[in-house]
């Protein structure tokens, strides 16, 4: 069974930095887009940014220049390196997973969500 699993998020200051992690396990034939997007409270939820099995990133216009999405080469790994953090920028970060396998096929899965607090 695929499973994200995501870490990093916590309270900061802002103009601090965070790295959120995500890594997903399973028996994983291939990974065609992970990303991350936020939620606030009972919000619809936002991309973030993404980053395709060929490179290719795309991020919110909030968040350009400020975080950079990274893909692990070898492993179903991703990070989202956050800085300059600003209040508006709290929110559940939700890791996720456009992902081939065997016995699902082509299918979205979601980390459980890591919280981003950001306050003086």
């Known amino acids: 069974q695929v499973q994200l699993v995501e870490s990093g998020g916590g309270l900061v200051q802002p103009g601090g930095s965070l790295r959120l992690s995500c890594e997903a396990s399973g028996d994983i034939f291939s990974v065609n887009v992970m990303g991350w997007y936020c939620q606030v409270r009972d919000q619809q939820r936002e991309l973030v940014a993404s980053i395709t099995r060929n490179g290719n990133t795309n991020y919110a216009d909030s968040v350009k220049g400020r975080f950079t999405i990274y893909k692990h080469n070898y492993k179903n790994l991703v990070y989202l390196y956050m800085n300059n953090l600003k209040p508006e920028d709290t929110a559940v970060y939700y890791c996720?997973?456009?992902?081939?396998?065997?016995?699902?096929?082509?299918?979205?899965?979601w980390g459980q969500g890591t919280q981003v607090t950001v306050s003086s």
């Open positions: 996720n997973g456009n992902i081939y396998s065997d016995q699902e096929g082509e299918y979205d899965y």
